[in-house]
């Protein structure tokens, strides 16, 4: 490929290898940020709905907020009988009510459990090995990303 003679060609120096490596004058030195403003503040949904309910209400002889005009409507629903008001302000001012779980955690043997699941107890204790091995393999590199997913295949 031949050079431009415009002059218009990349003249920034390509860098061959691994040039952030530890100690390379381009890489982070420590206890520097890669993005020293953090991350962008953004307006959420949540703040955009507080500013407008903290507004008064145009043309209201009470002066009343949106938020003020919204619970009293909600109040007068839930007193002619609106079930859906009525747990709305209780969820609310009360708190949403706990669910009851039923959870058995029978604490099973390993083996019962392989029995249950249709495992072979030869094939669970092969791969209890095989990721053992894999522990023992990146504990002794340092290399913990590895490990993980070596147990997840």
């Given at each position: 490929?031949?050079?431009k003679?415009s002059?218009?060609e990349?003249?920034?120096k390509t860098?061959?290898?691994r040039p952030?490596?530890?100690?390379?004058?381009h890489?982070?030195q420590?206890?520097?940020?890669g993005n020293?403003g953090?991350?962008?503040?953004?307006r959420d949904?949540?703040?955009?709905?507080?500013?407008?309910?903290?507004k008064v209400?145009?043309n209201?002889?009470e002066?009343r907020?949106?938020?003020q005009v919204?619970?009293e409507t909600?109040i007068?629903q839930?007193?002619?009988?609106?079930?859906?008001?009525a747990r709305?302000?209780?969820?609310?001012v009360?708190?949403?009510?706990?669910?009851?779980?039923?959870?058995?955690i029978t604490?099973l043997?390993w083996?019962?459990?392989?029995?249950?699941n249709?495992?072979?107890i030869?094939?669970?204790i092969?791969?209890?090995?095989?990721i053992?091995?894999a522990?023992e393999?990146?504990?002794?590199?340092?290399?913990?990303?590895?490990l993980?997913?070596?147990i997840i295949?």
């Amino acid at each position: 490929m031949a050079k431009k003679e415009s002059g218009t060609e990349n003249s920034a120096k390509t860098v061959r290898g691994r040039p952030f490596q530890k100690g390379h004058k381009h890489a982070w030195q420590p206890g520097q940020s890669g993005n020293p403003g953090g991350r962008p503040k953004t307006r959420d949904l949540a703040e955009a709905y507080r500013e407008q309910l903290a507004k008064v209400l145009a043309n209201d002889p009470e002066g009343r907020t949106f938020a003020q005009v919204i619970a009293e409507t909600m109040i007068l629903q839930a007193a002619r009988g609106s079930v859906g008001a009525a747990r709305e302000i209780a969820d609310r001012v009360l708190g949403k009510p706990r669910q009851a779980l039923d959870i058995d955690i029978t604490l099973l043997d390993w083996r019962e459990l392989a029995r249950i699941n249709g495992l072979d107890i030869r094939d669970v204790i092969a791969e209890a090995k095989r990721i053992i091995a894999a522990e023992e393999s990146a504990n002794a590199s340092g290399d913990a990303e590895s490990l993980s997913s070596t147990i997840i295949e």
